[in-house]
């Protein structure tokens, strides 16, 4: 073993030192500094290597093999060569190699700590955020299960074991299939997901372990390894079951009550008739016997049992949306728009109203009595609802907007403030005395039915004094 006295225990040599420590070929006998806070001998003295300032003193008292020179300084080099030949001095450039090879390859082994630590924490957050993602998989409400290209399942939440009443080990590897209530609806849905890629709150059935049925609304999705293969598939289900009763309940009572509307405003549809006439004729045939104030009440019966018959005949007609539905078809609006000016003449030359139709009109598939109605409401609100004085101007339009189409009906008469453009739509909503302008306030509520049997949606821009415009749209495909 090489006996070794460093002298320069600065930055070189406390890079050299444990490095020399570590090879079993070398003995550092001791280390030399003139600087008594020299960082060499920190470590030496954590090493265990005796430290001194004086070189000739310790040369002098110890056998040295090799001196190492790091301290740039040559004459110490010489010095030492000169008076003990028996001893190997490294010392300029040969130190300074020396040097650089060892600060180089302790850089590098920071470097390589410093890469390992910064691998070891990616890995804990990686390990934690799948963690987290699993939790969440784990713990949510909902039914969580993958399958693989078999069908078969290889994942099952604790949503779906709640849910399901199956325990994991169960289902693992059973084929998903025998969860559904209907298997060609299992087969409907992969084959979209096939098309798609994904298929998006599907509703379907599932069926539980106990055999009860319950309903679900379907999100899924495949799953893709990092090559992009196709590997499974991953579907998150919701339990719709409460919701779908709601639905259904809310169905029954809307059918119960659009038939009971129907029967009692058609029961009352006789008596009101008897008013009516009743009050005429004794107008008519009667008027000698009775005094002004006795005439004046029968009109003011007449023109209430009249009021009552409209809101009746628009009431039955409301219920009816509900009640009965018309066989979809292609119609054609320029069509439907001539007939309903014809129904109108009367009402459009009172008002000397003008109807300007901009462009062609679409032929659209839909229910066309009900369109005939929506387009009749809005016309006849527009001829109604004008300013004194001014020739009422309505026009009508369409915008082809790709997959639906985009209807208008706007007049120049006495527009409707913002606050009341929800509420217009709502049953019996009117913004004006009956003397100013009769009608029932249920005409915009049948639009808005009408149109929403659609799939679509109806709305206004407006202001007061500024004439209205009302859009509605119509989706091209309706299913
Ligand atoms: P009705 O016309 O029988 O009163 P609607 O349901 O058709 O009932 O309309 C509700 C209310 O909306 C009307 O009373 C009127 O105040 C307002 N309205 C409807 N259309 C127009 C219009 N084109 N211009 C101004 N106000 C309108």
Redesign the pocket.
Known sequence: MKKVLLIGAGKGGSALLPVLCEDKEVEVIGVVDINPAAPGFKIADELGIPTTSNYKDFLEKNHVDVVLNLTGNPSISDEIKEKRGGTEVLGGLSAKIMWNLVSERKRREEEKTKLAEDLERLNIALTESKEYLENILEHSADIIITTDTNRNITMFNRGAENMLGYKRDEVIGMPADRLYYDKSDRQKILEILKRDGSVLNYETKLKTKDGRIIDISLTISQLKDNAGSVIGTVGISKDITKRKEMETKLKETNQELNNFVYTVSHDLKAPLRAIDGFSGFLLEDHADKINDDGRLYLKRIRGGAQHMQSLINDLLELSKIGRISNPFEEVSISELLEQIKEEFQFQIKEKNAKIEINGNMPVIYCDKIRIYQVFS?LIT??I??TKKGVTPEIKIGCEDRDSYWEFYVK?N????AKEYHKR?FEIF????KPEE?E???????IVKRIIELHKGGIWLESEEGKG?SFFFIIPKKVT
């Open positions: 409401n609100n527009a109604k609802f007049d008469g006495i527009g409707i217009i909503q009117r913004l004006h302008f009608g029932t306030g249920i005409g915009l509520t209205s």
